[in-house]
């Protein structure tokens, strides 16, 4: 598969625990933030997303909190499985008329261990 | 099945051959874009299209050009490739009302 990245921060958790990655952003501006998750050799997939007006997004067994007083982004997995390892990019949208474009973070390292 | 292709995968070429890669987007999305993605740097946009024929320029545009003649399809063009630009690419895709990009699989290029 794809070499990611070489130089990423790396979590490493056991099979069935929580795990909790971090980002920071610097765009106070930014009203819109995104979770992606990269497998080795595939494009990033959407995780879930949140808007500035919330601080706290569940979907299935992923929790985003967003602390726009500190400019910290987390996700969170519950019960990580062996398939969760990858790397976890976040990326922040500033706010309307900046445009589309997605400022992305670099990465974390997910690996679980069975 | 909705999804981003992107052709080639892989790619392995000279310095100041031209290359195009591909991509195409079943959704009818508005937004396309291109990205790059290397070591430490994370994803960076390249060029990003609003629309067909509307074109502009991401953070690192320099050596691409792109171009959106029909909604599904959005080419990068690399019209003297270099050394530099040996990365790893990704093509996304979003409907015009929507903050979600879905991406392609990705494009390996190696640029001797």
């Known amino acids: ?114 | 099945e909705a999804q981003v292709t992107q052709n080639p995968r892989y790619l392995i070429t000279v310095t100041g051959k031209k290359l195009t890669v591909t991509c195409s987007q079943n959704m009818n999305h508005e937004y396309m874009s291109w990205y790059r993605q290397d070591p430490g740097l994370g994803l960076r946009q390249i060029y990003y299209s609003m629309n067909v024929e509307v074109t502009d320029k991401g953070d690192v545009p320099e050596g691409y050009k792109v171009s959106r003649k029909e909604k599904r399809n959005f080419p990068l063009i690399l019209e003297s490739p270099s050394p530099n630009q040996t990365s790893l690419y990704f093509c996304a895709s979003k409907a015009g009302s929507t903050d979600t990009q879905y991406f392609g699989p990705g494009t390996r290029l190696t640029v001797l």
């Not at chain 1, 501006?29 to 990269?38: C, N």
């Not at chain 1, 706290?56 to 726009?68: A, D, I, M």
């Not at chain 1, 990858?86 to 690996?111: H, S």
Request: aromatic share 8%.
């Open chain 1, 1 to 114: 598969g794809e070499s990611v990245g070489l130089h990423l921060p790396t979590l490493s958790v056991q099979e069935g625990d929580n795990s909790i990655i971090n980002c920071a952003y610097s765009n106070s501006a930014s009203d819109y933030f995104i979770w992606y998750k990269q497998e080795s050799g595939k494009g990033p997939q959407f995780i879930i997303d949140i808007r500035s007006n919330m601080d706290k997004r569940q979907g299935q067994r992923v929790t985003v909190l967003l602390n726009k007083t500190v400019k910290h982004l987390s996700l969170q997995i519950a019960a990580t499985q062996p398939g969760d390892s990858a790397v976890y990019f976040c990326a922040e949208k500033e706010g309307p008329g900046a445009g589309n474009m997605l400022t992305f973070g670099g990465g974390t390292r997910l690996m679980v261990k069975p």
